[in-house]
């Protein structure tokens, strides 16, 4: 701000100075929020424009594997680690028990 001189208020301590200054930096405010409003809601209709197009956002869902069903069933009685598990379906833990939770309830 001290490199606008309308906004200075070192020099013109007075009340005319220090009341453009407020003015100027109102505007200045105003023409930021506009321009902000502005800018979300080209970005909000670019985005509808995307989705209508088909385009998928975010990070691609991982796939289960084929025999999952045999993998979960191995697991509850306790025939397959977690480790092996992991290194199997190549997917983290929180992955697998997102899928398994899935899975669990489809199957009742």
Known sequence: MIDMPLLDTRNGKDLMGTFIADLV??????????????????QEQGIAAAKSRGVKFGRPEKKVPDDFSSIARKWEKGE????????????????????????????K
Do not use: G, P
């Open 80 to 107: 397959l680690s977690m480790d092996e598990i992991i290194s199997h379906c190549m997917m983290s833990r929180a992955s697998f028990y997102r899928k398994y939770s899935k899975w669990k309830i489809a199957n």
């Open 25 to 42: 930096l109102q505007i200045l405010s105003f023409v930021a929020e506009s321009e902000r409003t502005n800018i979300k809601k080209r």
